[in-house]
């Protein structure tokens, strides 16, 4: 199993959870991180292929927000 510490600030948590939950891994947090959990078995389904072709297609289109630096990753979370 693969594990991944995320620390991101309590007001995106539900959402970061939403998503991560929606891509078919485990999400526990704790005080002050999240913690993500992925088994290295699990396939890519065709429902979850459809997805990400689709928000491929959004980030090629430009109908989505990228962030380049941590900075601009923070402001984008901050604006929400």
Known sequence: MTTMT???????AI?????IQAMGW?????????V?????HQEITPAMRRQINAARKEY????????????????FFDSL
């Open 60 to 75: 090629a289109e430009g109908k989505t927000v990228s962030c380049r630096t941590p900075q601009e990753m923070q402001q």
């Open 36 to 40: 993500v959990s992925k088994d290295k």
């Open 6 to 12: 995320v620390q991101i600030p309590n007001a995106q």
């Open 26 to 34: 485990a999400f526990s947090k704790s005080n002050d991180s999240v």
């Open 15 to 19: 959402w970061f959870e939403q998503m």
